[in-house]
């Protein structure tokens, strides 16, 4: 009888594991599939607003990923679907003119918007987060590491005055050809882009590089 409850138990838990991992894995990808067709509307500002049929971004592609599947898989990678569109369309043409290059995004908003604790903004689907790009020891682009304890503390991240953490070297270049596309997929929709936050210190390495 005891040798059957504990089978029993122990089928729970790996059932409930694997239900767990699907979820994980696969949910934002479903939520997508099950997303209604309505325009997004941003009502309101980003530090006191809401969103309506947000719209979530894909966990990954040809040459970005989320920064993390829980993250998505909560929701908290919702924009308006005019900013989903630049988004996805600047990363498209990334990847035909810059091949090499890995991206990764990071908070955006809820799928209705409002308070999104720890950010002051991101509450209309109008504010999205990207981690800088870098290149490891080799020179090679690759993603930003983000643990499962830097889910919610990413922002803390230490990059030195060079762009330096560990054999990480942020690469400029590429943060300045993803706002370059960023901007001109934008421009095509019809939109713009009103703030782009980055440590004051790295806007001349920033202007230092070739498309800067």
Known sequence: MLKTKIRFFAFLFLS???VTFIMVWFGNSLFIAFESDAPSRSVGSTDSGRLENGKRLPTSGANFRAY??????LGRNSVHGLVRTVILEAYATLAETAPDLTFVYAEASWPSGGPMPPHRTHMNGL??????????????????????LTFFFWHLLDFDAKGRLGDLQIDFEAIAKHLDALQHTARTRGIRIDLVVL?????????QTPTG
Do not use: H, K
């Open 199 to 207: 440590t004051p210190e790295y806007l001349p390495l920033l202007w």
């Open 16 to 18: 409930g594991c694997a």
């Open 68 to 73: 993390s599947r829980i993250g998505t898989l």
């Open 127 to 148: 504010s999205v987060d990207f981690m800088v790009p870098v290149r490891d020891g080799q020179g090679n682009s690759v993603p930003l590491p983000t643990l499962p």
